[in-house]
């Protein structure tokens, strides 16, 4: 029960994550910027190593160790970025990408390395 309280704000961004992932897209107009996609891949993926990490920082109230950084802030959202692939492959109306997969990674290692800037701050 600690570790769903502790963690529950990144927990609730992964659920809204996976459904966002999985739910069907409806038609929408051509956007003036290709592979808006993977922009949103990005920003995703970067928001939910910072929540992972200010989870993890007890609302940024301590520093933590960089083993706990990297596997919250890096590692955590590149397997979940993975596994909603991985599920959107099983999907009629969605397809796994590996490309996605890889901007899922960008964004994840974009907010390691933010997340290792604001650590250092706070001790």
């Known amino acids: 029960m600690i570790f769903l309280k ?3 704000t990144a927990i609730v961004l992964s659920v809204v994550i996976l459904v966002i ?3 069907p897209m409806p038609k929408t107009p051509t956007l003036p910027m ?3 996609d993977k922009l949103v891949h990005v920003l995703m993926f970067l928001g939910a190593s910072g ?3 200010f989870d993890n920082t ?5 520093k933590i160790g960089l083993q ?3 596997w919250g ?3 955590f959202p590149l397997l979940f970025g993975g596994f909603v692939e991985i ?3 099983f999907s009629d109306f969605r397809t796994g990408d590996w490309f996605d997969f890889l901007f899922d990674g960008v964004g994840a290692l974009c907010g390691l390395l933010l997340c290792l800037v604001v650590n250092r701050k706070i001790g």
């Not at 007890?58 to 301590?62: A, E, M, T, Y």
């Open 34 to 36: 290709t592979d808006f």
């Open 73 to 75: 802030s890096f590692v």
């Open 58 to 62: 007890n609302r940024l109230k301590q």
């Open 87 to 89: 599920l959107q492959s």
């Open 68 to 70: 706990r950084i990297v």
């Open 51 to 53: 929540v992972v990490f």
């Open 21 to 23: 992932c999985l739910m």
């Open 6 to 8: 502790k963690y529950a």
